[in-house]
């Protein structure tokens, strides 16, 4: 069943949430010097904004036990994400491994194949978009994206935030926002318009 079934649910999140480009927020929320968690599909990631602004993304997962980076909404950074569980390091621009703290690493440990999983980012208009795929395509809309070229969609500020979490699949919500021939028997008023 395409609304119930785990397998449908587990294609979605492979095929959909871990190859499509997902908004997570303006780009003016992430201020500098603060690293913050998101959600994409049924995955966690965090979203790094060094000091100088800089923004990249990586899932919220330590590689050394799987200890999750980020456990508050935001939280404050340097240069560093650090692990609070055995305190390893990662340069928060590109995710590096930079320090294994009180770990001693053996002679055949290669730092560079322990840094963090990234996520692809991209902001587009203001808008911050994140990818799971490693070389992700373009982002897209069935309109054209250039059709919104002369709206001035950087330079909006968001005036209020509003958050539902709804008790159905999300194809069952798109679908609903999505054609309206529910609306003359619940919406009523639209009609009018």
């Known amino acids: 069943d395409a609304f119930l079934g ?22 003016r929320e992430f201020s500098p010097g603060t690293l913050r968690r998101a959600v994409v599909g049924a995955a966690e990631v965090i979203v790094a904004c060094d000091s100088e602004g800089t923004l990249s993304a990586f899932h919220n997962s330590c590689p050394h ?18 692990c609070p569980y055995h305190a390893f390091a990662y340069a928060a621009r590109d995710g590096r491994l930079v320090s294994t703290a009180h770990a001693v690493p053996t002679p055949d440990f290669d730092p560079a194949a322990h840094g963090l999983r990234p996520v692809s980012l991209r902001v587009w208009n203001g808008f911050l978009f994140l990818n799971f795929s490693q070389k992700p395509r373009d982002i897209w809309a069935d309109v054209g994206l250039a059709t919104l070229d002369n709206w001035p969609m950087d330079s909006l500020v ?27 028997g619940i919406h009523p008023e639209l009609c009018d318009m």
């Open 158 to 184: 968001t005036a209020h935030h509003w958050e539902s979490e709804i008790a159905c699949n999300w194809k069952a919500f798109w679908e609903n926002y999505s054609e309206c021939l529910h609306c003359p």
């Open 65 to 82: 036990r799987g200890s999750e980076l980020c456990r508050a909404d935001e939280e404050p950074i340097g240069k560093l994400i650090r």
């Open 6 to 27: 785990d397998d449908w649910y587990r294609r979605e999140m492979a095929t959909i949430f871990a190859r499509q480009w997902v908004m997570v927020g303006r780009r």
